[in-house]
């Protein structure tokens, strides 16, 4: 058995589509000796495929996954110290597991990975429960970060829009905290909105570039003033919240429709697949099929 210190990987692999990951990724995956992965229920097996799709992709040889069971998370608490308790106890639980996986799975002088949808800084736990794990001194190991294209950026690529206005700044913010409030001069992006937070801004004059499921076969895009596709967008998450057991979903709002075509559009691009996906930058409130 080696004395070598043990490595992980934290790897940035996009939305969803395989064509999303940097050359650093592909590069970090072709060193990796084993992969964990964490999931729970239908969202489990659809993103363990994607994941296996995205090994596939750009994987030459075999490659070991070792899969294991997220804990569960109470949901229910949405107060700040409630909230902010559940979170804590719930990422506690998920170090517990890693650090079996990395014990138990990981030999001294391997090297294992993590696979982080998006950018693994923004909005994911795996930093912090690595963090976790290190201080409790009980395996040693080494890490490093790969960065990765975040839904954020998906979302406005997809659209053919700036994240950015002139002379306006970006608010980056989960949907429950919208009620608490956002500053006006900003537009907004957001993230995690399991309760559509949007339907309560209605009235107020914000244009909305939405998607789900970015880069994946399944993606879905809408984009028009919120007070005309609200509605829609509504009914396209619950039927495909239906559909799938799961969704993921992120949103731009702004004061305007901002620099995209202002031309009908289609959506024919392949992408992760094309199947299911709809709209375009210059939909301008329509939803094609």
């Not at 940097?22 to 992965?37: H, I, N, Q, S, W």
């Not at 030999?107 to 909005?123: E, N, T």
């Not at 901002?258 to 301008?284: F, I, K, Q, Y």
């Amino acid at each position: 058995m080696s004395d070598a210190p043990r490595h992980i990987l934290v790897i940035g692999m996009g939305a969803g589509d395989p064509d999303h990951l940097t050359l650093a990724a592909v590069k970090a995956m072709r060193r990796a000796d084993v992969f964990f992965v964490l999931g729970k229920g239908r969202e489990k097996d659809a993103l363990t495929r994607l994941r296996r799709d995205i090994l596939d992709e750009h994987l030459t040889g075999p490659y070991r996954v070792v899969e294991a069971e997220d804990p569960w998370r109470d949901r229910t608490q949405q107060d700040g110290g409630r909230y902010a308790s559940a979170v804590h106890d719930w990422r506690h639980r998920r170090a517990d597991i890693c650090e079996r996986l990395i014990i138990e799975e990981l030999a001294p002088g391997q090297c294992g990975a993590f696979l982080v949808w998006g950018d693994p800084s923004l909005y994911d736990s795996t930093l912090a429960i690595l963090d976790d794990i290190r201080g409790r001194g009980t395996v040693e190991f080494g890490y490093e970060v790969i960065p990765g294209i975040s839904s954020v950026s998906a979302l406005a690529a997809r659209h053919r829009v700036t994240l950015n206005r002139v002379g306006r700044p970006i608010h980056i913010t989960p949907g429950r905290r919208l009620a608490q409030g956002f500053p006006e001069d900003c537009d907004l992006v957001v993230m995690l909105d399991g309760h559509e937070s949007f339907t309560h801004l209605t009235g107020r004059g914000w244009w909305i570039h939405w998607g789900a499921y970015i880069g994946t076969p399944d993606e879905i895009l809408v984009s028009g003033p919120l007070d005309e596709v609200a509605g829609r967008i509504s009914r396209l998450r619950a039927e495909a919240r239906e559909r799938h057991g799961w969704i993921m979903d992120t949103y731009l709002l702004s004061r305007g429709p901002g620099d995209a075509d202002d031309t009908d559009a289609v959506d024919t691009a392949d992408g992760a697949g094309g199947a299911g996906r709809t709209g375009g930058a210059g939909d301008a409130g329509r939803t094609h099929r």
